[in-house]
C-alpha cells in the first residue's frame, strides 16, 4: 500500500516561492517503474499535470509548458520524498495541489494541499 | 503539447441507463489514454489503464475503447454512485495533458 504525505505552507504572497514536499511509504523515489508527479486543480484551470521526477538507470524530469521557465522538481533519495519548487506565484497560482505516483496511470495521490496566493 | 477535448461537458441520466463519454486528442496518442473519475472533495481514481484495461476493483459496468485519435468511456447501466466527474488522460508524451471533464448526474 503506497501512502503520500504532503506538507507545505497553504498562503503566500505575490512573487513567492511555492514549496511542497511529499513524503512516499510503500515504495521508493528510486523505483525504476514508477514516476513521481505533481498535479494541481482550480475551477479556472481543471486538472493540470505540473511536471515529474523518475529514475531509469539516471534521473529525469518533464515540466509543463505553463510553468517549465519557473518549476523545479526534486527527488530527495535520503528521505524518499520529492518536492516541488514554483517560482514567482501569481494568484493565477491558487489551487489545490496534489502528488501522486503514477504506475501504468495515476494510482496514488496525497491528500491535497490547497495553496492560495494572495497579497 | 496535445490537447484533450472532452464532450459532452455535462450529462444527466436515469439509473439503469447506458452513458457514453468521448475524448479526443489533438494528435494520434496511439493507445496511451487513462480514464479518471472524481467525486467532490476527493482527488480522482484511475478506473481504466491504456484506453481499456479495467483497473482492480473497479466495476465492469465501465468499459473504455478507441485508439489514435478517439476514444470512448461507457458506463453500462448507470448508478447512483457513478455521479462524479470524468476525465480523460493522455500518456503518449510528456507533457501529459488532461481533458476538461465531464460531469455526470444522476436524475
Known sequence: QVQLQQSGPGLLKPSQTLSLTCAISGD??????????????????????LGRTYYRSEWHSDYATSVKSRIIINPDTSRNQFSLQLNSVTPEDTAVYYCVRDMNGFRDWGQGTLVTVSS | DIQMTQSPSSLSASV????????????????????????????????????????????????????????????????????????????YTAPLTFGGGTKVEIK
Open chain 1, 28 to 49: 521508493s523515489v528510486s523505483s525504476n517503474s514508477a514516476a513521481w508527479n505533481w498535479i494541481r486543480q482550480s475551477p479556472s484551470r481543471g486538472l493540470e499535470w
Open chain 2, 16 to 91: 439503469g441507463d447506458r452513458v457514453t463519454i468521448t475524448c479526443r486528442a489533438s494528435q494520434t496518442i496511439s493507445n496511451y489514454l487513462n480514464w479518471y473519475h472524481q467525486k467532490p472533495g476527493r482527488a480522482p481514481k484511475l478506473l481504466l489503464f491504456a484506453a481499456s484495461s479495467l483497473q482492480g476493483g473497479v466495476p465492469s459496468r465501465f468499459s473504455g475503447s478507441g485508439s489514435g485519435t478517439d476514444f470512448t468511456l461507457t458506463i453500462s447501466g448507470l448508478q447512483p454512485e457513478d455521479s462524479a466527474t470524468y476525465y480523460c488522460q493522455q500518456f
